[in-house]
């Protein structure tokens, strides 16, 4: 079996790539990645001299490369993690969003028809649900809930879930979707909330918490979004959506104080900032249909995973070091003026 990694330079793409290379010895995988700003070829070190693996650096927007790996590569599965991820950066450019987003899975399925692969599989968000409101936590996202996207990222993903629906009725394009609630752990790009509050609390400056801090976000172990998309793509049904998500709801001041406890740091460190245009309110996800039709079930819950997380970060300073560009420093700087 044959199986491209799209996008596995980056936080999910590249713990997808470990866990795949580890876990099917006899499988070959390929990782294709722009190498934009998230995407770090040290994420990768480790695996780089494997048998099984092999990076080849492009964009999955560019047709004429693309349709070229694929006649090169004869691929079996296609899992496509490559995106513009980061809703701050949507909201100061959106078009890059719906170039990477929509054009790049427009590319890549029209290559996966060409081609015949077996199987398209989009790893999407939860984000493309909207938000619910944080009075009432009887309610959840379920896979017939109506798309309802805040932010140009959330609705260029949501353009690509239905363009992706549309290749399966269409043109009969064996695909499977999952849509993830927000993931945390190893390689994590630290424009993001844990990474990024981790770092400043280590070098004790203010943490910039949105609003009030009363945002609820529904947290999972990266390597638990891994072995649900293994499944799926061995064992899932094509044409189907599948939600993944661990129950572990906190608000984003609980996470933060969380942190600050790990790390013994003053509560006095953390700073509300302006809220975000548009900013969701509470994700939960129901992950009841992957968990009762292909019997997947997360190894972490938030609150071991978060120190191993923690010590992660602190044990990889050169990683998170490196990563952090001129480029990204700009941006900080520019997002949190105030
Ligand atoms: N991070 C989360 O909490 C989360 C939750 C649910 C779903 N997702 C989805 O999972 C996927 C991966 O998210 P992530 O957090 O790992 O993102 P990330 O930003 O860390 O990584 C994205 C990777 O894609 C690459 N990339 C971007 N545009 C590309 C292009 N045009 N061609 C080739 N490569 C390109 C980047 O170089 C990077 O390596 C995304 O599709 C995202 O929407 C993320």
Redesign the pocket.
């Known amino acids: 079996m044959k199986i491209l990694i799209?996008?596995?330079?980056?936080?999910?793409?590249?713990n997808f790539c470990h866990y795949m290379v580890e876990k099917y010895p006899n499988d070959k995988f390929v990782c294709?990645?722009?190498?934009?700003?998230?995407?770090?070829m040290e994420?990768l070190a480790d695996i780089l001299d494997r048998q099984n693996f092999k990076f080849v650096k492009?964009?999955?927007?560019?047709t004429e490369f693309v349709d070229q790996l694929f006649a090169e590569e004869k691929f079996d599965i296609v899992v496509?993690?490559?995106?513009?991820?980061?809703v701050d950066r949507s909201i100061q450019n959106p078009k890059?969003f719906l170039?990477?987003?929509v054009i790049?899975v427009q590319t890549l399925m029209d290559a996966c028809r060409k081609y015949k692969v077996a199987r398209f599989h989009q790893?999407?968000?939860?984000?493309v649900y909207g938000d619910l409101p944080l009075d009432r936590p009887d309610l959840f996202f379920h896979e017939d809930t109506p798309l309802h996207t805040s932010s140009p990222?959330s609705a260029s993903?949501a353009s690509a879930d239905l363009l992706v629906m549309a290749y399966y009725r269409t043109y009969q394009l064996p695909v499977t979707i999952s849509?993830?609630?927000?993931?945390?752990g190893p390689y994590?790009?630290p424009e993001?909330l844990i990474p990024l509050i981790i770092k400043k609390a280590q070098n004790n400056e203010k943490l910039p918490i949105y609003g009030k801090g009363e945002n609820v976000r529904d947290w999972?172990h990266?390597l638990d979004?891994c072995s649900a998309i293994d499944l799926i793509i061995h064992k899932g049904k094509v044409g189907e959506v599948y939600n993944i998500g661990g129950h572990n709801e906190r608000t984003n001041l609980e996470v933060v104080k969380t942190i600050l406890k790990v790390l013994g740091k003053p509560e006095s460190l953390i700073s509300f900032v302006t809220d975000r245009p548009g900013h969701d309110r509470r994700y939960a996800i129901d992950p009841e249909k992957i968990t009762k039709e292909l019997g997947w079930k997360p190894k972490y819950n938030f609150d071991t995973g978060i120190v191993a997380t923690i010590k992660w970060n602190l044990d990889n300073q050169a990683w998170l070091s490196h990563v952090e560009s001129g480029e990204y420093q700009n941006w900080l700087k520019k997002q949190y003026k105030d």
């Open positions: 799209t996008g596995g330079a980056g936080f999910i793409g590249g294709l990645d722009a190498l934009t700003y998230a995407g770090n994420t492009g964009n999955i927007c560019d496509n993690f490559a995106a513009e991820s980061h890059i170039e990477s987003n790049g790893v999407s968000t939860d984000e990222y993903k849509r993830c609630s927000n993931n945390y994590q790009f993001k999972l990266v979004h």
